[in-house]
Structure formats: C-alpha cells, structure tokens
C-alpha cells in the first residue's frame, strides 16, 4: 500500500476540525476512522488529541 496524499499537510487545525475530533472520539471511534472523516493524517490527528486532552478509543 502506498502512503496517502493529504492536502492538508502542516495547515492548521480549524474549530470545525476539533469539534469533528471531539464528537467522534466521544462516540468511542478510533484513530484511523476519525482521522480519514476530518481529511488528516493519523499522527496528526492523534497528536493534536493529546496536545487537547482528548482520549481516543484504541480499537483492537
């Protein structure tokens, strides 16, 4: 698999974004599931969490 394009690479996180990020990690989605809804890359979307103190669900 290659690696996917985002075209958002190093933009800034918007309010609608982290209120998406929010929402979705408090309905218990995971990592790549909400990463591929907002249009960000997984490390990013997990940094921004932790740097927000937002919890996401590791799925197994």
């Known amino acids: ?16 974004e982290a209120g998406m990020l929010r929402m979705l990690a408090g309905k218990g989605k995971g990592l790549k599931e909400i990463a591929k809804a907002i249009n960000r890359s997984e490390e990013s ?4 969490a932790k740097k ?5 669900l590791k799925k197994r």
């Open 52 to 56: 927000n103190g937002i919890e996401i």
């Open 1 to 16: 698999m290659g690696k996917e394009n985002f075209e958002r690479h190093k933009q800034p996180w918007k309010a609608d």
């Open 45 to 48: 979307t997990k940094d921004f």
